[in-house]
């Protein structure tokens, strides 16, 4: 499915599930760490500004919400998600604000070091979105798409060598 | 191609299209019709009247199951993505050409059919 969207990876919500096969292109989203993270790359991922500590490689962010909280537990390097999927219920109004939102959040990434992520946030095969569609969304709020995947990749990439250099030691 | 007109040159310029293939959910409550025009609704709200009448969007026949063709101009293309994506019932792009023959060749490829049996 990543090929036909034009994607090298997908990220994948992890069920604790340990009868899937190890895959190049996909990186396992979970809450904390399970074993099954000895078998894939994985990302801690967390919703709740709460729980966000050192461990937190992703935070999904709300557009909305306001970012003074967000700022102060923020630390270099964390990626911070946008999912569009909530977008898709949202009134023309609100969907316009949306798009500007995304744009300041990226602003906000660029300011604080943090990776800007946007995802389909995609709980079926119908939800999922292209590389060319991210794009478009990339190229109308104004963030060059050419540097936003540059970036991810270089983010992604010193994520998972950390994890090489852990186990290693 | 030029021709000349008596008030000057007038290039006979045709502008690009663009035609996207859009896989929908075929138990879903909508036709292909009906999300044609949800996403033209969504074109709407977004980026306005005048430009959805520009952009020029048209339905086509995709002669496979869960598949459907718009056509768009190439100049409204990222509009017509972002309308795409930020419409209810989830839509996905699967497949853009510059002509509906060479479309409709990538999508007899891409063997879409199978797609919701592998999701990986």
């Known amino acids: ?169 | 191609m030029q021709k000349v007109r008596q008030d000057g040159i007038m290039l006979n310029h045709k502008e690009k299209r663009r035609y996207v293939a859009i896989m929908y959910d075929e138990n879903g409550l909508y036709r292909p019709f009906q999300i044609h025009e949800k996403i033209v609704v969504r074109f709407r709200e977004l980026f306005g009247i005048f430009q959805s009448e520009l952009a020029m969007l048209k339905l086509y026949d995709s002669e496979f199951g869960n598949i459907m063709i718009v056509g768009c101009k190439l100049k409204y293309l990222d509009y017509f993505l972002v309308s795409l994506i930020l419409t209810q019932p989830a839509l996905t792009a699967v497949s853009l050409s510059g002509t509906l023959k060479k479309l409709r060749k990538n999508v007899s490829r891409l063997g879409v059919r199978n797609i919701k049996n592998n999701p990986s």
């Open chain 1, 1 to 169: 499915m990543s090929k036909l969207l034009g994607l090298d990876m997908i990220g994948v919500s992890s069920d604790y599930s340990t009868s899937m096969i190890p895959q190049e292109d996909v990186i396992l989203r979970m809450d904390k760490k399970y074993p099954i993270a000895d078998y894939f790359s994985y990302l801690i991922v967390s919703d709740n500004i709460r729980s966000l500590d050192g461990k937190t490689d992703l935070f999904l962010i709300d557009p909305f919400q306001r970012k003074d909280a967000i700022k102060r537990k923020v630390k270099r390097g964390l990626g911070i998600e946008i999912s569009i999927a909530s977008a898709r219920k949202l009134e023309a109004v609100m969907a316009g604000r949306w798009l500007k939102e995304v744009k300041s959040i990226y602003e906000f990434c660029q300011s604080n070091h943090c990776q800007f992520i946007l995802s389909s946030g995609a709980t079926s095969v119908n939800e999922m979105i292209s590389a060319r569609s991210f794009e478009s969304i990339l190229n109308v709020v104004g963030i060059s798409p050419r540097i936003y995947w540059k970036e991810i990749s270089e983010w992604l990439y010193a994520k998972s060598k950390a994890r090489w250099d852990h186990v290693k030691s």
